[in-house]
């Protein structure tokens, strides 16, 4: 299960090119963009690529798929290149497909997928601003707002460093996401062409 949250929780992990980043002057200001944002998301949907580097490797490994979104709690993240596999959450329902087999989990019940629920769903929705188990801490410059979480809880500090969510104050939107795991491994993910409240594509969210 181990290996499971980790491969789960690197998924959400978004980054964009480096920022210089100041602690924020008006930090309630930063925290309003950011739920104002979430608040306005009603779908998202978008190719992705991915570059995942790893301490023990001279290169990063590259990835693509495409990501979809729904208020409030479904989402699909598939990755079709050059390994498929699909995550479907679909309300307390997690589904996982890899190499052709399924399997499904219930967050309910089981810890570690409520956990990548509630981070990969409430940095979404802008929920996990409200959860006890993270300490915010907000950044910015002119262009971006920075929210920094880190767990404090010990069992999730040993899977992940911290979430960093960035959004773009001009466009009123996510910018990227940044997860530094256990081990200060980055993953960088970016969103070719995004769409906001756009129809998505009927059932894709049911068939994997």
């Known amino acids: 299960m181990h290996k499971i949250f980790t491969i789960l929780i690197s998924l959400f992990a978004m980054a964009g090119f480096a920022q210089e980043m100041k602690p924020a002057k008006n930090p309630e200001a930063v925290k309003a963009a950011f739920v104002a944002v979430n608040q306005s998301i009603q779908t998202f949907a978008s190719p992705f690529k991915q570059s995942k580097e790893l301490s023990f490797m001279n290169k990063p490994l590259t990835s693509t798929g495409e990501f979809y979104y729904q208020k409030s709690d479904l989402l ?32 309910a019940v089981n810890e570690i997928f409520k956990t990548v629920k509630e981070v990969i769903l409430g940095c979404i929705s802008g929920d996990i601003l409200e959860n006890p188990d993270y300490e ?48 200060g491994d980055l993953t960088t993910i970016e969103f070719t062409k995004p769409m906001v409240n756009q129809e998505l594509p009927k059932g894709i969210f049911d068939a994997l």
């Open 76 to 107: 699909r993240w598939e990755y079709l290149e050059p390994i498929q596999y699909v995550m479907l959450i679909n309300g307390e329902q997690v589904r996982i497909k890899e190499d052709g087999k399924v399997k499904s989990y219930s967050s």
């Open 136 to 183: 915010a801490s907000y950044f910015g410059n002119e262009n971006t707002y920075q929210v920094k979480l880190k767990p404090i809880k010990k069992d999730l500090q040993g899977f992940m460093k911290e979430v960093n969510i960035f959004i773009d104050i001009k466009e009123k939107r996510f910018s990227h996401l940044v997860l530094m795991d256990g081990s």
